[in-house]
């Protein structure tokens, strides 16, 4: 069988939810999460604003010598 794939199946039993323990403490406080995240999405999208203006720029550049 040249170039094709066989897949196996298995079928699971669906896990029984589990509860989480009172006492068990998390890695990082949700506000310390979104305090790092907060800045890294703003700076993503500052970057693609800018990208994009380049590229409209040159399009339009590219369209206005087409036309010359």
Same mark, same amino acid.
């Given at each position: 069988? !040249?170039?094709?794939?066989?897949?196996? *199946?298995?079928?699971?039993? +669906? !896990?029984? @939810? &589990?509860? +989480? @323990?009172?006492?068990? =403490?998390?890695?990082?406080? @949700?506000? &310390?999460?979104?305090?790092?995240?907060? @800045?890294?999405?703003?700076?993503?999208? =500052?970057? *693609?604003?800018?990208?994009? $203006? +380049? !590229?409209?720029?040159?399009?339009? *550049?590219? &369209?206005?010598?087409?036309? $010359?």
């Amino acid at each position: 069988k !040249a170039g094709e794939f066989e897949v196996e *199946r298995e079928e699971l039993d +669906v !896990a029984e @939810p &589990q509860e +989480v @323990p009172n006492d068990m =403490i998390f890695e990082q406080d @949700p506000l &310390q999460i979104i305090n790092s995240i907060l @800045p890294l999405c703003l700076n993503g999208q =500052i970057l *693609r604003t800018l990208q994009e $203006a +380049v !590229a409209s720029e040159l399009a339009a *550049r590219m &369209q206005s010598m087409q036309s $010359a």
